[in-house]
Structure formats: structure tokens, C-alpha cells
């Protein structure tokens, strides 16, 4: 809210004596984001569920997120991976672009949480992949296009970072994430409220069908 002065007529202003008005800092809009990091063994990763803020396009995201290797989740039961795909507001798949089998494990991956989310009739689900170990080019054996095909054949983002050699890069990713999972739920907000309408409008029109009866 703007804070305004009340002045009397008779008042006179000059230009050393102005009256100050101060005006407030617009508070960004907060929004909290659920994210699910898989990865195999070899990529760099280990379990563990933790917080970040990123601050960007005017609003300030807080990230939970759960950073999850593929070997626990193949310890789990069909039950808990049902559950920590559903409770993801998005997902970052790693790969090591040293490792061509974490590489070749991504489509079936992707594909199980399209097919738990997209396929119960919600939204595109924001999904990342990113190739990791940049920095061991000598080592690659996953090409840069090989990755960016297979993102684009999936309908995902696609990134090459090395969280060991840079944090801007991990940043660049969440940062891409954030601008996603904003498109997802103002898509499924406004969804939500045109399903609303429709339903208003044909419950009127039953009622008119059955006064006319």
C-alpha cells in the first residue's frame, strides 16, 4: 500500500521542503516446488533430502528437494515410488556422460513418470535431463547431441553441467526447473477453472431439462 500524506491547502512547498513519500518494496511471490533428483550410483549423487531459494522472474521459489539414487530405488516397493512420483512438482534425471548404461536407464525412467502423472489426466510434468561430469571430457563416452536428441524425443529440458566444477551450472537447471513448474500449475490452475465452468453451465442446463420434464 502507497502511504499518503494529507496536506493542508494552505501549505506551501518549495523545493527544499518536499514532502517525502515512501514507497514499499513489492514482496516477491513465494513458491514452494517439490523436486525429485534420480540418478545412478556413478554419477555423483548420493540420498539425501534438503532445501534451496532461488530467487527468479520476480518470485522467490523454495526448492525441497529429494536427491535419490536409482539402487534405492530399486530396493523400494512399487508403493513409495508411486508415492515420491506424485508428491513431485518436477524431476531432474542424472546421467554421468562418463557411464553409458546411467545414460541408456533414463527413457524407461522417464517414461514410468510420465505414465503415473500424464496418463492420470494431469498436465506435462517438468522434467530435466542432465548429463554430468562435463568437465571429464576425456572420459565421455555419451555425446552431447546423443543427449539433447533423447531430451527432445521425451519432450524435456536438456542440460551438461559438472555440480563438481561449477555451481552456476546446477543453478542454470534449477533455475530452467523453476520456469517450467510456473507454467505447469498457472496451465493447471486455469485447467481447473474452466472444468469448473463447464461444470456450472451443464449442471444449469439439467435443471432447466428436468423443470421443462
Not at 516446488?33 to 540418478?39: A, C, F, P, W
Not at 534405492?72 to 524431476?91: H, N, T
Not at 533455475?175 to 451443464?202: M, N
Request: contains cysteine.
Amino acid at each position: 500500500m502507497v502511504l499518503r500524506i494529507p496536506l493542508r491547502r494552505s501549505t506551501s512547498l518549495t523545493p527544499d521542503h518536499q514532502p517525502v513519500v515512501e514507497v514499499p518494496t513489492p514482496t516477491p511471490l513465494k513458491m514452494d516446488v517439490n523436486v525429485v533428483v534420480l540418478g545412478g550410483d556413478s554419477v555423483g549423487k548420493s540420498e539425501s533430502l534438503y532445501t534451496h531459494t532461488l530467487a527468479a522472474e520476480g518470485k522467490e521459489f523454495l526448492f525441497h528437494i529429494w536427491d535419490f539414487p536409482c539402487s534405492q530405488l530399486r530396493a523400494d516397493d512399487g508403493s513409495s515410488e508411486d508415492k515420491r512420483i506424485q508428491w513431485a512438482d518436477g524431476f531432474v534425471l542424472v546421467y554421468s556422460i562418463c557411464d553409458r548404461a546411467s545414460f541408456t536407464s533414463l527413457q524407461p525412467k522417464v517414461q514410468c513418470i510420465k505414465a503415473a502423472r500424464e496418463g492420470a489426466g494431469q498436465d506435462k510434468v517438468p522434467i530435466a535431463i542432465v548429463g554430468n561430469k562435463r568437465d571429464l571430457h576425456h572420459r565421455r563416452a555419451v555425446s552431447s547431441e546423443e543427449g539433447r536428441l533423447l531430451a527432445l524425443s521425451l519432450d524435456c529440458e536438456f542440460y551438461e553441467v559438472s555440480a563438481a566444477e561449477a555451481y552456476h551450472g546446477a543453478l542454470m537447471v534449477f533455475h530452467g526447473l523453476a520456469e517450467r513448474v510456473c507454467e505447469a500449475k498457472l496451465a493447471l490452475k486455469k485447467g481447473t477453472g474452466i472444468r469448473s465452468i463447464v461444470k456450472s453451465v451443464s449442471a444449469v442446463f439439467a435443471r432447466k431439462r428436468t423443470d421443462s420434464m
